[in-house]
Nanobody, 123 residues
């Protein structure tokens, strides 16, 4: 089992940047595919980005491709989400999640979730 704690959220103006971090407990971090999801008020939780166990493969939702970058540091048990050129529609609670599955974009395959961090982008 792994416990996840996100940080780095906040209020930023449109066009600005934020870097989210997700720290994982345990010594098996490198065995998990890691994902970032977000949930805006009144909407379903949606996939944002994912990264493979070694970091060699990354995946993005079309809405964030070219603006967001996911990365991980297995030595620090941490996954990051660098968010640039933020838009008001990026406003949401952002969650990191861990899975053993090779399917990366469905919330259903992620058994482990953090508590979320709020990102608010003002226009």
């Amino acid at each position: 089992q792994v416990q996840l704690v996100e940080s780095g959220g906040g209020l930023v103006q449109a066009g600005g940047s934020l870097r989210l971090s997700c720290a994982a407990s345990g010594r098996t971090f490198s065995t998990y595919t890691m994902g970032w999801f977000r949930q805006a008020p009144g909407k379903d939780r949606e996939f944002v980005a994912a990264i493979s166990r070694t970091g060699g493969s990354t995946y993005y939702a079309d809405s964030v491709k070219g603006r967001f970058t996911i990365s991980r540091d297995n030595a620090k048990n941490t996954v990051y989400l660098q968010m640039n050129s933020l838009k008001p529609e990026d406003t949401a609670v952002y969650y990191c999640a861990a899975t053993y599955s090779t399917v990366y974009s469905s919330t259903e395959v992620y058994p482990y979730w953090g508590q979320g961090t709020q990102v608010t982008v003002s226009s």
